[in-house]
């Protein structure tokens, strides 16, 4: 059978609001394209799993801000 691509599809069914950002081990921004046509915003948690959150929530674009800018330890 034919390859199954899992890069070309959303990785996101499902996104959460917001989360802790001392919960947040990395982030990765996912811009829309040919694969998804959402943008996607997916924590790496601290205990190891991972988190889709909704970018178009404000408390997700104030993680995004911050995580950017480099937080402080």
Request: with cysteine; hydrophobic share 35%.
């Amino acid at each position: 059978g034919a390859p199954i691509a899992n890069e070309l599809r959303c990785q996101c069914l499902q996104t959460m609001a917001g989360i802790h950002l001392k919960n947040i081990q990395s982030l990765c921004v996912l811009p829309s394209g040919p694969h998804c046509t959402q943008t996607e915003v997916i924590a790496t948690l601290k205990n190891g799993r991972e988190a889709c959150l909704d970018p178009e929530a404000p408390l997700v674009q104030k993680i995004v801000q911050k995580m950017l800018k480099g937080v402080p330890k």
